[in-house]
């Protein structure tokens, strides 16, 4: 696979160091070419920080076809992975088709909210740009893979895995995350501004089946949920997240949902924002000679998130939980992956939260790249065989857990265990 990265902020940098720690295991990228609009920053992640040899920098306009173009056919490119913010899907993905070349993102395209009941109703889904370009991609011969960060990505993965293991029938398949980071100076934002406003001050979307799709308010339905990795309970709230779009497509169940652990006074903050019209991304304001959004002015204002977390402390946990029967039994798992801060920012130069979200990718190009993951048109990570993405987690440093949660099943195997221990006394 020759490998082209476009973005080379955290999640492209965290990529390419993910591929670099593996050494000779992550030679199925003969060649990783890592491209930013500044230059300068791809220079520094090819060269300064993953020290050269096949690693390339180039400059890039995410924006113009073009430019994109120009290079995937000077770099011979065969797979791309878009490590921008979603704004620049539709550009990067429609390159992508037209050159021939197989593509992945971590976030899919953007959604739009019902003009009259946005508060009931889903009008343009996230993703829906990409999905109904799916025979496009199959007459093209090739793959696109989409939402296949941590999560949407990994979480995914998980749900597809519990389908094929650990459960006969499936009631509910319920992202949630959370983490106890703390620190000095952290601030608000833990990844991309534009991003956290963007899914956090959308309707949220839910998937119930015989209802389908619909959308409630901002935050709703809190929960305590107990997390792994020493975290402990967080309450979580309904965000906008692609798992609710994507894992109905493919697993047969009842429900989906996606809750995230967004601290009150960050709510708070992000419904003031928008009271004062500061998470608008469509009207323009002049600001000197420049017209601009106001929320791509306060992605200019506010310290960088990256930056910020460097001293921060504790755990984040991406997880999928899963309800359903095994055996004639209700049975309840949590499927997750615990990342520590300040480990990743070791390894990684970057923090947890991003570089949970780059190792998904760069796991799933490798499948791609040696033929194991292989669907022509337009998928999420929950149409694979989740077994060797498992497996490869252990090895690239972010292995994946399980936790038997209360139920039935879980009393059944607690009999059992001690029986077992009977026996062998």
């Known amino acids: 696979?020759?490998?082209?990265?476009?973005?080379?902020?955290?999640?492209?940098?965290?990529?390419?160091?993910?591929?670099?720690?593996?050494?000779?295991?992550?030679?199925?990228?003969?060649?990783?070419?890592?491209?930013?609009?500044?230059?300068?920053?791809?220079?520094?992640?090819?060269?300064?920080?993953?020290?050269?040899?096949?690693?390339?920098?180039?400059?890039?306009?995410?924006?113009?076809?073009?430019?994109?173009?120009?290079?995937?056919?000077?770099?011979?490119?065969?797979?791309?992975?878009?490590?921008?913010?979603?704004?620049?899907?539709?550009?990067?993905?429609?390159?992508?088709?037209?050159?021939?070349?197989?593509?992945?993102?971590?976030?899919?395209?953007?959604?739009?909210?019902?003009?009259?009941?946005?508060?009931?109703?889903?009008?343009?889904?996230?993703?829906?740009?990409?999905?109904?370009?799916?025979?496009?991609?199959?007459?093209?011969?090739?793959?696109?893979?989409?939402?296949?960060?941590?999560?949407?990505?990994?979480?995914?993965?998980?749900?597809?895995?519990?389908?094929?293991?650990?459960?006969?029938?499936?009631?509910?398949?319920?992202?949630?995350?959370?983490d106890n980071y703390g620190g000095e100076d952290v601030g608000h934002f833990g990844f991309s501004v534009w991003t956290t406003i963007e899914e956090c001050l959308n309707p949220p979307v839910i998937w119930e089946k015989g209802r389908g799709f619909f959308c409630t308010e901002q935050f709703s339905e809190p929960e305590v949920f107990n997390f792994p990795g020493g975290i402990g309970d967080v309450e979580v709230v309904n965000v906008e997240h692609e798992e609710v779009l994507l894992v109905p497509r493919v697993i047969d169940c009842n429900r989906v949902t996606f809750k995230y652990g967004v601290p009150r006074e960050t709510r708070d903050l992000l419904l003031k924002l928008r009271e004062v019209g500061m998470d608008d991304k469509e009207t323009k304001i002049k600001i000197g000679t420049e017209e601009i959004a106001p929320r791509d002015y306060l992605c200019k204002v506010i310290p960088n998130p990256v930056e910020a977390t460097m001293k921060m402390t504790g755990k984040g946990c991406a997880g999928t939980w899963v309800t359903g029967t095994k055996d004639g039994k209700k049975r309840s798992v949590y499927l997750y992956q615990v990342a520590d801060n300040q480990d990743c920012i070791k390894k990684y130069t970057t923090n947890s939260v991003v570089a949970q979200t780059a190792v998904g990718p760069v796991i799933m190009m490798e499948l791609a790249a040696k033929g194991i993951w292989d669907l022509k048109g337009v998928h999420g990570p929950e149409s694979f065989d989740p077994d060797p993405f498992i497996e490869r987690m252990a090895r690239y440093e972010f292995p994946a857990g399980i936790r038997e949660m209360d139920s039935e099943y879980a009393d059944m195997l607690n009999e059992q265990k001690m029986l077992e221990g009977i026996g062998k006394a």
């Not at 992975?81 to 037209?98: G, H, K, L, Y």
């Not at 971590?106 to 019902?114: D, E, F, Q, R, V």
């Not at 949407?152 to 499936?170: S, W």
């Open 1 to 178: 696979m020759k490998l082209l990265i476009i973005g080379a902020g955290g999640v492209g940098t965290s990529a390419a160091m993910i591929i670099k720690r593996q050494g000779k295991d992550g030679e199925w990228a003969e060649k990783i070419v890592v491209s930013d609009y500044d230059f300068d920053r791809a220079k520094k992640v090819a060269g300064e920080i993953c020290g050269g040899g096949r690693y390339i920098a180039a400059k890039i306009d995410a924006r113009n076809p073009d430019s994109i173009n120009q290079v995937i056919k000077e770099h011979g490119i065969t797979f791309v992975m878009n490590a921008t913010a979603p704004q620049f899907n539709e550009c990067i993905f429609d390159t992508c088709r037209d050159a021939g070349v197989g593509y992945i993102d971590c976030a899919m395209t953007l959604s739009k909210a019902h003009p009259e009941k946005p508060y009931e109703l889903p009008y343009i889904k996230l993703g829906d740009y990409q999905f109904e370009q799916d025979e496009l991609w199959k007459k093209k011969g090739n793959m696109a893979i989409v939402g296949s960060g941590v999560e949407p990505g990994m979480a995914d993965v998980f749900a597809r895995y519990a389908d094929k293991h650990l459960f006969d029938t499936i009631d509910e398949v319920n992202v949630r995350d959370g």
